[in-house]
């Protein structure tokens, strides 16, 4: 946590600041349609653990989000004003999975079809408005 509060804003996760920067789809995930998801377990906003491929023999839809913007939880001072800021959190990961390559971990969200990934949403922007973005694609399915 940052020791001078002067460092942190505040922010109603349910509304997006005004001028928030659009992020610029960077090409990132352009290699994801196709590719078969690998098995490897991640948290859940359940707070448990998923097995990614154990979960995909049918079809499903992954959200990935930071934990960024909860509430009551101060974002750093200038957050919001980095290109896709609201969908990165503040560190880097490194990653030997082929579904996430080493970068700033965004806000995406991934239909995936009998263990492979048949639709990315990418960059998710604005973010309130992406599941009905999803849903919408699997009703014209």
């Excluded at 965004?106 to 492979?116: A, D, E, F, Q, Y």
Aim: with cysteine; glycine share 8%; net charge negative.
């Amino acid at each position: 946590m940052a020791e001078n509060m002067s460092e942190l804003e505040f922010n109603n996760p349910y509304e997006l600041p005004p001028g928030l920067p659009v992020p610029v789809d960077d090409g990132a995930c352009d290699h994801l349609p196709g590719v078969d998801v690998p098995s490897v377990v991640l948290p859940s906003t359940g707070n448990r653990s998923v097995n990614v491929a154990e979960v995909s023999k049918d079809r499903v839809v992954f959200f990935f989000f930071p934990a960024a913007g909860r509430p009551g939880v101060p974002d750093p001072k200038g957050w919001n004003q980095i290109p896709g800021a609201r969908g990165c959190p503040t560190f880097q990961v490194e990653s030997t999975i082929p579904l996430v390559p080493p970068l700033c971990i965004r806000r995406l969200s991934l239909v995936v079809t009998s263990g492979k990934v048949e639709r990315v949403f990418y960059p998710v922007f604005p973010p309130d408005k992406n599941a009905g973005e999803v849903l919408r694609y699997l009703q014209s399915r």
